[in-house]
T-cell receptor, first 117, second 110 residues
Framework: DTGVSQDPRHKITKRGQNVTFRCDPI?????LYWYRQTLGQGPEFLTY????????KSRLLSDRFSAERPKGSFSTLEIQRTEQGDSAMYLC???????????????FGAGSRLTVL | DAKTTQPNSMESNEEEPVHLPCNHS???????IHWYRQLPSQGPEYVIH???SNVNNRMASLAIAEDRKSSTLILHRATLRDAAVYYC???????????FGDGTTLTVKP
């Protein structure tokens, strides 16, 4: 397994355009997370899935953001009508959640950097 | 979510031990304490976690206070490759998500 893969690694777009990021998690992991990170800040939680179910979405997340994980494997994060404030690193992580332990160790991808002009 | 307090930055000399503190006074009895680090231009990576007892692995040691209101990540011999931002995260298994703060930026001097 090659770990968590994210595509594209870099995206430059003009304000108002739509962008989509893809995340391929570690194959046996049942949870998938999306985070956003801006310079000098820690990763900010956006949403997460357990298998194909989206279990939580940040209240700070605009309606322009939507995420899917249709078959419980890869996930996509779409941002519609991008704004300059959306410029950030978008991080994906996956984990194998086990209620019997506190592990839920997240494995992160390298991220997709978005620049909105 | 339990709140954490970490120093913004710390410095260490190469090959010396580093003790990175974290205060989590509002932690609940069932929250685990996770530590991650983020090297420049990479996503965060898991370092270690624990509940009540001190923990050791190949990367680091985790010392947890008896009242669990604080913990310390110990790097026994810092190397230049340990320069990173270190995040302390109380993790609740019922919450599902891990909430990151701004962490501690560790600088290692040769």
């Amino acid at each position: 397994d090659t770990g968590v893969s994210q595509d594209p690694r870099h995206k430059i777009t003009k304000r108002g355009q739509n962008v989509t990021f893809r995340c391929d998690p570690i194959s046996e992991h049942n949870r998938l997370y999306w985070y956003r990170q801006t310079l000098g800040q820690g990763p900010e939680f956006l949403t997460y899935f357990q298998n194909e179910a989206q279990l939580e979405k940040s209240r700070l997340l605009s309606d322009r953001f939507s995420a899917e994980r249709p078959k419980g494997s890869f996930s996509t994060l779409e941002i519609q009508r991008t704004e300059q404030g959306d410029s950030a690193m978008y991080l994906c992580a996956s984990s194998l959640a086990a209620h019997s332990s506190g592990a839920n160790v997240l494995t992160f991808g390298a991220g997709s950097r978005l620049t909105v002009l | 979510d339990a709140k954490t307090t970490q120093p913004n930055s710390m410095e260490s000399n190469e090959e010396e031990p580093v003790h990175l503190p974290c205060n989590h006074s509002t932690i609940s009895g069932t929250d685990y304490i996770h530590w991650y680090r983020q090297l420049p231009s990479q996503g965060p990576e898991y370092v270690i976690h624990g509940l009540t007892s001190n923990v050791n692995n190949r990367m680091a040691s985790l010392a947890i206070a008896e009242d669990r209101k604080s913990s310390t990540l110990i790097l026994h011999r810092a190397t230049l490759r340990d320069a990173a931002v270190y995040y302390c995260i109380p993790y609740n298994t019922n919450a599902g998500k891990s909430t990151f703060g701004d962490g501690t930026t560790l600088t290692v001097k040769p």
